[in-house]
Protein backbone atom coordinates (compact mmCIF):
# COMPACT_ATOMS: atom_id res chain seq x y z
CA UNK A 1 0.00 0.00 0.00
CA UNK A 2 1.47 3.25 -0.68
CA UNK A 3 2.14 5.81 1.81
CA UNK A 4 -1.00 8.56 2.31
CA UNK A 5 -0.46 12.07 2.74
CA UNK A 6 -0.72 13.55 6.41
CA UNK A 7 -1.41 17.13 7.00
CA UNK A 8 0.83 18.19 10.28
CA UNK A 9 -1.35 19.37 12.88
CA UNK A 10 0.84 21.54 15.44
CA UNK A 11 0.30 19.99 19.03
CA UNK A 12 -2.37 18.15 17.55
CA UNK A 13 -4.49 21.21 17.95
CA UNK A 14 -6.22 23.25 15.43
CA UNK A 15 -8.84 25.34 15.09
CA UNK A 16 -12.77 24.75 13.84
CA UNK A 17 -11.63 26.99 10.76
CA UNK A 18 -9.22 24.90 9.97
CA UNK A 19 -10.45 21.69 10.42
CA UNK A 20 -13.28 22.80 8.19
CA UNK A 21 -10.89 24.23 5.10
CA UNK A 22 -9.12 21.15 5.29
CA UNK A 23 -12.30 18.94 5.16
CA UNK A 24 -13.53 21.06 2.31
CA UNK A 25 -9.84 20.63 0.25
CA UNK A 26 -10.49 16.77 0.76
CA UNK A 27 -13.90 17.17 -0.81
CA UNK A 28 -12.67 18.58 -3.63
CA UNK A 29 -9.82 15.99 -4.37
CA UNK A 30 -12.54 13.40 -4.33
CA UNK A 31 -12.50 11.74 -0.50
CA UNK A 32 -15.54 11.25 1.60
CA UNK A 33 -13.56 11.05 4.98
CA UNK A 34 -10.47 11.89 6.65
CA UNK A 35 -8.57 9.70 9.36
CA UNK A 36 -6.35 10.41 12.00
CA UNK A 37 -3.02 9.22 13.35
CA UNK A 38 -1.21 7.95 16.41
CA UNK A 39 1.02 11.61 15.75
CA UNK A 40 -1.77 13.67 15.82
CA UNK A 41 -1.86 14.32 12.51
CA UNK A 42 -4.46 14.38 9.79
CA UNK A 43 -4.78 11.34 7.28
CA UNK A 44 -6.20 11.76 4.10
CA UNK A 45 -6.70 7.73 3.76
CA UNK A 46 -7.29 7.18 -0.21
CA UNK A 47 -5.25 7.60 -3.51
CA UNK A 48 -5.72 11.78 -4.36
CA UNK A 49 -5.09 13.65 -7.40
CA UNK A 50 -1.52 15.43 -6.15
CA UNK A 51 -2.15 18.00 -9.40
CA UNK A 52 -4.88 19.95 -7.45
CA UNK A 53 -2.80 20.65 -4.77
CA UNK A 54 -2.05 23.53 -5.01
CA UNK A 55 -5.23 25.00 -4.65
CA UNK A 56 -5.05 24.51 -1.49
CA UNK A 57 -1.94 26.60 -0.22
CA UNK A 58 -2.58 26.55 3.06
CA UNK A 59 -1.69 23.04 3.24
CA UNK A 60 1.16 21.34 3.15
CA UNK A 61 0.59 17.72 1.27
CA UNK A 62 3.44 15.16 3.55
CA UNK A 63 4.42 12.00 3.09
CA UNK A 64 6.54 11.62 6.39
CA UNK A 65 9.05 8.65 4.87
CA UNK A 66 9.88 10.26 1.78
CA UNK A 67 9.83 14.06 3.00
CA UNK A 68 11.65 13.74 6.43
CA UNK A 69 8.91 16.00 7.97
CA UNK A 70 7.15 14.79 11.32
CA UNK A 71 4.38 16.01 13.67
CA UNK A 72 4.68 17.68 16.53
CA UNK A 73 2.63 16.18 19.39
CA UNK A 74 0.89 17.26 22.75
CA UNK A 75 -1.00 16.29 25.16
CA UNK A 76 -2.71 19.71 25.06
CA UNK A 77 -6.00 17.50 24.30
CA UNK A 78 -5.70 16.38 28.41
CA UNK A 79 -5.47 20.18 29.81
CA UNK A 80 -8.52 20.98 31.88
CA UNK A 81 -10.24 17.50 31.63
CA UNK A 82 -7.75 14.99 33.28
CA UNK A 83 -5.26 15.16 35.73
CA UNK A 84 -2.57 17.78 34.89
CA UNK A 85 0.58 19.71 36.29
CA UNK A 86 -0.77 22.75 37.67
CA UNK A 87 1.22 25.70 35.72
CA UNK A 88 0.81 23.49 32.46
CA UNK A 89 -2.99 25.14 31.09
CA UNK A 90 -4.25 25.45 27.65
CA UNK A 91 -2.63 28.42 27.05
CA UNK A 92 0.36 27.64 28.45
CA UNK A 93 0.88 24.89 26.48
CA UNK A 94 -0.47 27.03 22.84
CA UNK A 95 2.33 29.59 23.62
CA UNK A 96 5.26 26.57 24.02
CA UNK A 97 3.32 24.76 20.56
CA UNK A 98 3.83 28.01 18.81
CA UNK A 99 7.07 28.92 18.88
CA UNK A 100 8.18 25.60 16.96
CA UNK A 101 8.34 27.83 13.55
CA UNK A 102 10.46 25.59 11.89
CA UNK A 103 9.13 22.17 9.66
CA UNK A 104 10.71 19.62 12.23
CA UNK A 105 12.47 16.31 10.93
CA UNK A 106 12.13 14.44 14.21
CA UNK A 107 9.16 13.61 16.43
CA UNK A 108 8.92 16.16 19.26
CA UNK A 109 6.51 15.29 21.87
CA UNK A 110 5.19 18.07 24.81
CA UNK A 111 4.21 16.02 27.08
CA UNK A 112 2.41 16.55 30.70
CA UNK A 113 3.34 13.67 33.06
CA UNK A 114 0.35 13.40 34.86
CA UNK A 115 -2.26 12.82 32.26
CA UNK A 116 -2.66 9.53 30.65
CA UNK A 117 -4.34 10.24 27.41
CA UNK A 118 -1.41 10.97 25.37
CA UNK A 119 2.13 8.68 26.07
CA UNK A 120 5.31 10.25 26.83
CA UNK A 121 8.26 8.68 25.32
CA UNK A 122 7.37 8.14 21.56
CA UNK A 123 9.07 11.20 19.74
CA UNK A 124 12.82 11.24 19.49
CA UNK A 125 12.49 14.55 21.49
CA UNK A 126 10.50 14.28 24.30
CA UNK A 127 9.96 17.32 27.00
CA UNK A 128 7.79 16.46 29.91
CA UNK A 129 6.97 18.97 32.28
CA UNK A 130 8.47 18.97 35.60
CA UNK A 131 7.25 20.51 38.97
CA UNK A 132 9.17 24.10 38.04
CA UNK A 133 7.03 26.53 36.49
CA UNK A 134 8.04 26.71 32.67
CA UNK A 135 10.95 24.37 32.83
CA UNK A 136 10.54 20.77 31.02
CA UNK A 137 12.52 17.08 31.89
CA UNK A 138 13.89 16.26 28.29
CA UNK A 139 14.67 12.33 27.45
CA UNK A 140 15.81 11.72 23.89
CA UNK A 141 16.01 8.56 21.64
CA UNK A 142 17.87 9.77 18.38
CA UNK A 143 17.73 7.75 15.00
CA UNK A 144 19.96 4.82 16.15
CA UNK A 145 19.25 4.65 19.57
CA UNK A 146 18.08 1.39 21.40
CA UNK A 147 16.93 3.11 24.29
CA UNK A 148 15.46 6.94 25.91
CA UNK A 149 17.73 8.86 27.78
CA UNK A 150 17.81 11.91 30.17
CA UNK A 151 19.30 15.18 29.59
CA UNK A 152 21.05 16.35 32.31
CA UNK A 153 19.28 19.45 32.77
CA UNK A 154 15.62 21.38 32.15
CA UNK A 155 15.24 23.08 29.62
CA UNK A 156 13.03 26.83 30.12
CA UNK A 157 9.79 27.05 27.95
CA UNK A 158 11.21 29.73 25.47
CA UNK A 159 14.48 27.25 24.72
CA UNK A 160 12.61 24.34 23.32
CA UNK A 161 12.82 24.99 19.91
CA UNK A 162 16.27 26.69 19.73
CA UNK A 163 17.52 23.56 21.40
CA UNK A 164 15.69 21.37 19.27
CA UNK A 165 17.02 23.00 15.96
CA UNK A 166 20.19 22.62 18.01
CA UNK A 167 19.43 19.12 18.20
CA UNK A 168 18.58 18.48 14.37
CA UNK A 169 21.52 20.20 13.42
CA UNK A 170 24.23 17.84 15.09
CA UNK A 171 22.82 14.73 14.20
CA UNK A 172 25.20 15.01 11.13
CA UNK A 173 27.81 14.09 13.87
CA UNK A 174 26.09 10.86 15.10
CA UNK A 175 26.48 11.79 18.42
CA UNK A 176 26.00 8.15 20.63
CA UNK A 177 26.08 9.81 24.04
CA UNK A 178 23.75 11.68 25.57
CA UNK A 179 26.63 13.89 27.04
CA UNK A 180 28.33 14.35 23.86
CA UNK A 181 24.80 15.69 22.70
CA UNK A 182 24.54 17.92 25.63
CA UNK A 183 28.21 19.54 25.17
CA UNK A 184 27.48 19.95 21.26
CA UNK A 185 23.60 21.56 22.36
CA UNK A 186 25.58 24.06 24.53
CA UNK A 187 28.07 24.88 22.38
CA UNK A 188 25.42 26.02 19.74
CA UNK A 189 22.94 27.59 21.72
CA UNK A 190 22.66 29.81 24.47
CA UNK A 191 20.15 28.49 27.21
CA UNK A 192 18.78 28.77 30.36
CA UNK A 193 18.73 25.65 31.65
CA UNK A 194 18.10 24.34 35.34
CA UNK A 195 19.64 21.71 37.29
CA UNK A 196 17.63 18.60 37.52
CA UNK A 197 16.91 18.40 41.32
CA UNK A 198 14.99 15.00 41.00
CA UNK A 199 14.13 12.55 38.78
CA UNK A 200 11.12 12.39 36.68
CA UNK A 201 8.07 10.60 38.63
CA UNK A 202 5.43 9.44 36.19
CA UNK A 203 2.15 8.10 38.83
CA UNK A 204 0.27 5.57 37.28
CA UNK A 205 -3.59 5.93 36.25
CA UNK A 206 -5.56 3.45 34.38
CA UNK A 207 -5.90 4.36 31.15
CA UNK A 208 -9.31 7.14 30.85
CA UNK A 209 -12.62 7.31 29.35
CA UNK A 210 -12.27 9.76 26.59
CA UNK A 211 -16.04 9.40 24.88
CA UNK A 212 -19.07 11.02 25.12
CA UNK A 213 -20.35 14.20 26.97
CA UNK A 214 -18.46 14.95 29.93
CA UNK A 215 -18.51 17.85 32.65
CA UNK A 216 -16.18 20.52 32.96
CA UNK A 217 -16.24 22.50 36.21
CA UNK A 218 -20.24 23.95 36.39
CA UNK A 219 -21.03 24.98 33.43
CA UNK A 220 -19.12 23.83 30.55
CA UNK A 221 -18.53 20.27 28.95
CA UNK A 222 -15.93 18.12 26.59
CA UNK A 223 -17.35 15.77 23.98
CA UNK A 224 -15.10 12.80 23.14
CA UNK A 225 -15.76 11.44 19.80
CA UNK A 226 -13.98 8.15 18.25
CA UNK A 227 -15.20 6.39 15.07
CA UNK A 228 -13.99 1.98 14.92
CA UNK A 229 -12.95 2.37 11.28
CA UNK A 230 -11.27 5.93 11.55
CA UNK A 231 -13.23 7.07 9.04
CA UNK A 232 -14.35 10.36 9.71
CA UNK A 233 -17.27 11.41 7.80
CA UNK A 234 -16.64 14.82 6.24
CA UNK A 235 -20.02 16.02 6.22
CA UNK A 236 -20.21 15.74 10.11
CA UNK A 237 -17.26 17.18 10.51
CA UNK A 238 -18.18 20.29 8.44
CA UNK A 239 -21.04 20.86 10.19
CA UNK A 240 -19.73 20.16 13.52
CA UNK A 241 -17.09 22.93 12.59
CA UNK A 242 -19.74 25.59 12.38
CA UNK A 243 -21.56 24.47 15.52
CA UNK A 244 -18.21 25.06 17.38
CA UNK A 245 -17.75 28.56 16.02
CA UNK A 246 -21.60 29.03 16.67
CA UNK A 247 -20.53 28.55 20.03
CA UNK A 248 -17.49 30.21 20.69
CA UNK A 249 -15.22 27.02 20.67
CA UNK A 250 -12.17 28.14 19.49
CA UNK A 251 -10.30 24.77 19.49
CA UNK A 252 -10.42 20.93 17.87
CA UNK A 253 -7.69 18.25 19.70
CA UNK A 254 -6.99 14.92 17.96
CA UNK A 255 -5.74 12.04 20.31
CA UNK A 256 -3.12 9.69 19.51
CA UNK A 257 -6.17 6.92 19.51
CA UNK A 258 -7.36 7.92 16.31
CA UNK A 259 -10.33 10.36 17.90
CA UNK A 260 -10.71 13.89 18.73
CA UNK A 261 -12.02 16.05 21.62
CA UNK A 262 -13.82 19.22 22.00
CA UNK A 263 -13.67 21.30 24.68
CA UNK A 264 -15.64 23.93 26.03
CA UNK A 265 -19.52 23.33 25.15
CA UNK A 266 -21.44 25.69 27.35
CA UNK A 267 -24.15 24.47 29.48
CA UNK A 268 -26.90 26.13 27.85
CA UNK A 269 -25.83 24.48 24.59
CA UNK A 270 -25.44 20.54 25.88
CA UNK A 271 -28.87 19.87 24.00
CA UNK A 272 -28.43 21.13 20.59
CA UNK A 273 -25.40 19.38 20.37
CA UNK A 274 -27.06 15.87 21.93
CA UNK A 275 -29.70 16.64 19.27
CA UNK A 276 -27.03 17.48 16.39
CA UNK A 277 -25.52 14.21 17.53
CA UNK A 278 -28.46 11.95 17.13
CA UNK A 279 -29.26 13.82 13.98
CA UNK A 280 -25.94 12.26 12.01
CA UNK A 281 -26.51 9.45 14.15
CA UNK A 282 -23.16 8.97 16.63
CA UNK A 283 -22.55 6.58 18.88
CA UNK A 284 -21.20 7.74 21.86
CA UNK A 285 -21.36 5.47 23.98
CA UNK A 286 -18.45 2.43 23.03
CA UNK A 287 -17.17 0.31 25.50
CA UNK A 288 -14.07 0.87 27.17
CA UNK A 289 -13.24 -2.48 25.14
CA UNK A 290 -13.48 -1.10 21.92
CA UNK A 291 -11.23 2.15 22.63
CA UNK A 292 -8.42 1.04 23.80
CA UNK A 293 -6.74 -0.15 21.04
CA UNK A 294 -3.93 1.49 18.56
CA UNK A 295 -4.31 0.27 15.28
CA UNK A 296 -2.32 0.67 12.28
CA UNK A 297 -3.97 2.95 9.89
CA UNK A 298 -6.21 1.79 7.01
CA UNK A 299 -4.93 -1.68 8.24
CA UNK A 300 -7.67 -4.09 7.53
CA UNK A 301 -6.24 -6.99 8.72
CA UNK A 302 -5.34 -5.43 12.14
CA UNK A 303 -8.94 -4.21 12.21
CA UNK A 304 -10.71 -7.20 11.67
CA UNK A 305 -8.05 -8.82 14.34
CA UNK A 306 -9.08 -6.54 16.99
CA UNK A 307 -12.97 -7.14 15.84
CA UNK A 308 -12.26 -10.91 16.58
CA UNK A 309 -10.19 -10.13 20.06
CA UNK A 310 -13.06 -7.54 21.48
CA UNK A 311 -15.61 -10.18 20.78
CA UNK A 312 -13.77 -12.84 22.57
CA UNK A 313 -13.31 -10.70 25.49
CA UNK A 314 -16.83 -9.46 25.32
CA UNK A 315 -18.14 -12.94 25.25
CA UNK A 316 -16.41 -14.11 27.86
CA UNK A 317 -17.00 -11.35 30.07
CA UNK A 318 -13.21 -9.97 30.47
CA UNK A 319 -12.14 -7.00 32.10
CA UNK A 320 -9.85 -4.45 30.17
CA UNK A 321 -9.53 -1.23 32.35
CA UNK A 322 -7.03 0.13 32.86
CA UNK A 323 -5.03 -1.59 29.95
CA UNK A 324 -4.82 -0.68 26.66
CA UNK A 325 -3.89 -2.85 23.43
CA UNK A 326 -2.06 -2.22 19.73
CA UNK A 327 -1.52 -4.24 16.66
CA UNK A 328 1.93 -3.82 15.09
CA UNK A 329 3.99 -5.95 12.41
CA UNK A 330 7.49 -7.05 12.23
CA UNK A 331 8.38 -4.08 9.46
CA UNK A 332 6.56 -1.31 11.76
CA UNK A 333 9.25 1.78 12.78
CA UNK A 334 6.51 3.32 15.34
CA UNK A 335 7.40 2.82 18.98
CA UNK A 336 5.17 0.54 20.94
CA UNK A 337 3.03 2.56 23.44
CA UNK A 338 0.07 0.54 24.78
CA UNK A 339 0.79 -1.99 27.92
CA UNK A 340 -0.04 -5.51 25.23
CA UNK A 341 1.74 -5.38 21.92
CA UNK A 342 0.32 -7.64 19.68
CA UNK A 343 2.69 -8.14 17.17
CA UNK A 344 1.95 -10.04 13.28
CA UNK A 345 5.21 -11.83 12.09
CA UNK A 346 6.91 -11.96 9.07
CA UNK A 347 5.49 -14.60 6.82
CA UNK A 348 8.29 -17.24 5.28
CA UNK A 349 8.07 -17.66 1.48
CA UNK A 350 5.96 -20.13 0.45
CA UNK A 351 6.22 -22.94 -2.21
CA UNK A 352 3.85 -23.00 -4.83
CA UNK A 353 0.39 -23.31 -3.83
CA UNK A 354 1.21 -23.83 0.38
CA UNK A 355 -1.06 -21.73 2.42
CA UNK A 356 1.36 -20.77 5.71
CA UNK A 357 -1.06 -19.03 8.69
CA UNK A 358 -0.23 -15.87 10.39
CA UNK A 359 1.59 -16.09 13.46
CA UNK A 360 1.84 -13.45 16.45
CA UNK A 361 4.19 -12.65 19.17
CA UNK A 362 2.97 -11.38 22.50
CA UNK A 363 4.68 -8.68 24.79
CA UNK A 364 3.46 -6.54 27.46
CA UNK A 365 4.83 -3.30 29.03
CA UNK A 366 6.50 -4.03 32.65
CA UNK A 367 3.93 -3.65 35.20
CA UNK A 368 1.74 -3.12 32.29
CA UNK A 369 3.21 0.70 32.44
CA UNK A 370 3.97 1.63 28.77
CA UNK A 371 5.94 4.68 30.41
CA UNK A 372 8.24 1.98 31.91
CA UNK A 373 9.48 1.79 28.24
CA UNK A 374 10.39 -1.68 29.16
CA UNK A 375 8.60 -4.81 26.85
CA UNK A 376 8.95 -8.33 27.81
CA UNK A 377 8.31 -11.24 25.88
CA UNK A 378 4.70 -13.58 26.88
CA UNK A 379 4.91 -15.94 23.85
CA UNK A 380 6.45 -16.14 20.87
CA UNK A 381 4.95 -17.51 17.17
CA UNK A 382 1.29 -18.01 18.47
CA UNK A 383 -1.77 -18.61 16.15
CA UNK A 384 -4.58 -16.17 15.87
CA UNK A 385 -7.12 -18.86 17.67
CA UNK A 386 -4.77 -18.98 20.91
CA UNK A 387 -4.66 -15.06 21.29
CA UNK A 388 -7.92 -14.63 23.29
CA UNK A 389 -6.94 -17.12 25.75
CA UNK A 390 -3.44 -15.69 26.22
CA UNK A 391 -4.65 -12.24 26.46
CA UNK A 392 -7.69 -13.24 28.87
CA UNK A 393 -4.48 -14.32 30.82
CA UNK A 394 -2.39 -11.75 30.57
CA UNK A 395 -5.12 -9.46 31.40
CA UNK A 396 -5.95 -11.79 34.91
CA UNK A 397 -1.73 -11.37 35.47
CA UNK A 398 -2.52 -7.34 34.83
CA UNK A 399 -4.92 -7.16 38.08
CA UNK A 400 -3.40 -9.66 40.06
CA UNK A 401 -0.46 -7.58 40.25
CA UNK A 402 -2.39 -4.42 40.67
CA UNK A 403 -3.95 -6.03 43.62
CA UNK A 404 -0.92 -7.54 45.06
CA UNK A 405 1.09 -3.81 44.58
CA UNK A 406 -1.60 -2.42 46.78
CA UNK A 407 -1.67 -5.21 49.10
CA UNK A 408 2.11 -4.18 49.56
CA UNK A 409 1.52 -0.48 49.87
CA UNK A 410 -1.29 -0.74 52.56
CA UNK A 411 0.78 -3.05 54.75
CA UNK A 412 4.56 -0.93 54.54
CA UNK A 413 2.46 2.26 55.87
CA UNK A 414 -0.44 0.73 57.88
CA UNK A 415 0.43 2.64 60.42
CA UNK A 416 0.36 6.01 58.96
CA UNK A 417 -2.99 5.55 57.24
CA UNK A 418 -6.71 5.82 57.79
CA UNK A 419 -9.65 4.43 56.25
CA UNK A 420 -12.18 6.44 54.95
CA UNK A 421 -15.87 5.35 53.42
CA UNK A 422 -16.44 7.33 49.89
CA UNK A 423 -18.84 6.05 46.64
CA UNK A 424 -17.40 5.85 43.64
CA UNK A 425 -18.86 6.41 39.60
CA UNK A 426 -18.98 2.66 37.83
CA UNK A 427 -18.60 4.09 34.82
CA UNK A 428 -15.81 6.98 35.42
CA UNK A 429 -14.33 6.08 38.91
CA UNK A 430 -15.02 9.62 40.05
CA UNK A 431 -15.45 9.31 43.78
CA UNK A 432 -17.95 10.96 45.90
CA UNK A 433 -16.49 11.78 49.36
CA UNK A 434 -19.24 12.85 51.85
CA UNK A 435 -16.80 15.12 54.08
CA UNK A 436 -16.83 17.67 50.97
CA UNK A 437 -19.69 16.96 49.13
CA UNK A 438 -19.95 18.26 45.44
CA UNK A 439 -20.11 22.10 45.25
CA UNK A 440 -20.30 21.41 41.14
CA UNK A 441 -24.07 20.50 42.19
CA UNK A 442 -24.76 22.50 45.58
CA UNK A 443 -24.29 19.39 47.67
CA UNK A 444 -22.81 20.53 51.38
CA UNK A 445 -19.90 19.36 53.23
CA UNK A 446 -20.73 16.56 55.28
CA UNK A 447 -23.84 15.43 53.19
CA UNK A 448 -24.16 11.66 53.75
CA UNK A 449 -24.77 9.35 50.36
CA UNK A 450 -28.14 8.06 51.22
CA UNK A 451 -29.63 12.01 51.42
CA UNK A 452 -28.49 12.46 48.37
CA UNK A 453 -31.51 12.84 45.39
CA UNK A 454 -32.47 10.18 43.78
CA UNK A 455 -31.79 12.42 40.74
CA UNK A 456 -28.50 13.16 41.53
CA UNK A 457 -25.52 12.23 38.75
CA UNK A 458 -21.67 11.72 37.97
CA UNK A 459 -20.23 15.41 38.41
CA UNK A 460 -17.93 13.91 35.48
CA UNK A 461 -19.89 11.47 33.24
CA UNK A 462 -23.43 12.19 34.17
CA UNK A 463 -24.14 8.22 35.15
CA UNK A 464 -26.85 8.20 37.41
CA UNK A 465 -26.67 7.59 42.14
CA UNK A 466 -27.22 3.79 41.05
CA UNK A 467 -23.98 4.05 39.82
CA UNK A 468 -22.08 4.53 42.49
CA UNK A 469 -20.43 1.66 44.92
CA UNK A 470 -19.24 1.91 48.41
CA UNK A 471 -15.43 1.39 48.26
CA UNK A 472 -12.67 2.47 51.29
CA UNK A 473 -10.49 5.00 50.60
CA UNK A 474 -7.23 4.39 52.30
CA UNK A 475 -5.40 7.92 53.39
Known amino acids: MNEPYRLMINGGVLSPGELKYICEAAEALGLDAISFGSRQDIIFPEAIDESKFEQFNKIQFVKPKRDGIENIASSYVSAEILQSTSW ?17 KLRINVIDPKQRLVPLFTGNVNFIASEHEDYWYLYLRLPGWEKTVMYPAL ?42 DKPLEVPFYPFPYYEGMNRIGTDRYWLGLYWRNNRYDIPFLKAMCELCSENKIGKISITPWKSFIVKGIPLQSK ?11 INVRHSMLEMNWHLPVNDKDALSLKKYLVTNFDQNDISTYGLTFGITSYDSDSY ?15 IGDFKIRDTYNLLYAKNFDPNSREYIVHVQDV ?51 EVYGDITQNIQPNTPFENLPETYECSLCEAPKSSFEKKILVK
Open 88 to 104: LTSDRYLYVLEQFKHTP
Open 155 to 196: IFSWDMEKIECAIENILIEEPETIETVFDLVNDAVDTNNRTV
Open 271 to 281: LKWEKFLGKYG
Open 336 to 350: NFTSIVIEKNRQPES
Open 383 to 433: DKVELPGLLMELSQLYFEQLGTEREADVQTIVKETSEEEVYQCSDCMTVYN
